[in-house]
């Protein structure tokens, strides 16, 4: 069956830093890979998924995701924090359902 | 469009009380979830459904019935609520067919049970 860890709990960030999150999965075939973003009190939004094709994704709100199929990784990143990039966030792989890591807090701090 | 609604939003029940949660979306998606979500382990699938008329279990689905009477709407039902369901409980919907889809999450139900 397929899995998603997400090793960091909570990540501080300060404003204007970058930010990288930290996805391993394990799955046997090709993965659907998704990261998704839940700011507070909200329902959950996709911010980009991978499914063929080039490694690097790109998607909402100046976020980028590599696939690496040699690490079984999927690593988000977003170049410079805004504060409201505060939130949870999920990884989650695509079978016939999507799993999902226990998620990341990021805390941004002025 | 609305997208996925949810209601209700909050809601405290006692032990042994049942209630229903009910879920509507507006995109015309086949699929539709619930899931709950608790602190420290992410999402879980408690019951979904491919199409008008069908559902099937996840991975958490004892202590929970659905039901999926009208491809909008897609009902959570706890017959006999215990503290352990506590929890924030998301509808999501998806169209059908390939796992590349995109789940279009509802505002979430935190429901408390004392």
């Known amino acids: 069956a397929q899995s998603v860890t997400q090793p960091d709990i909570h990540i501080t960030v300060s404003e204007g830093a970058s930010l990288e999150l930290r996805c391993n999965y394990s799955?046997?075939?090709?993965?659907?890979l998704f990261w998704y973003v839940q700011s507070p009190g909200q329902g959950l939004q996709l911010l980009l998924k991978y499914f063929s094709g080039d490694t690097l994704v790109q998607g909402i709100k100046g976020f980028e995701a590599e696939f690496k199929r040699s690490q079984s990784s999927f690593n988000l990143r977003k170049p410079s924090v805004h504060w409201s990039d505060a939130a949870e966030y999920f990884c989650?792989?695509?079978?016939?359902?999507?799993?999902f890591g226990a998620g990341t807090t990021v805390t941004v701090r002025a | 469009n609305a997208g996925v609604t949810q209601t209700p939003k909050f809601r405290v029940l006692k032990t042994g009380q049942s209630m229903t949660l009910l879920c509507a979306q507006d995109?015309?998606?086949?699929?539709m979830y619930w899931y709950r979500q608790d602190p420290g382990m992410g999402l879980r699938l408690i019951h979904y459904s491919v199409g008008e008329g069908t559902t099937a279990k996840g991975e958490v689905p004892d202590g929970y019935n659905v039901s999926r009477l009208k491809k909008q709407n897609f009902l959570l039902g706890l017959e006999s609520a215990a503290p352990s369901q506590t929890s924030v409980y998301f509808c999501?919907?998806?169209?059908?067919?390939?796992?590349?889809?995109?789940?279009?999450f509802g505002p979430g139900t935190r429901l408390t049970v004392l």
């Open positions: 799955y046997g075939a090709t993965p659907y």
């Open positions: 989650a792989v695509n079978d016939y359902k999507l799993s």
């Open positions: 999501a919907s998806s169209p059908p067919g390939t796992y590349t889809d995109t789940q279009y």
């Open positions: 995109m015309n998606h086949e699929y």
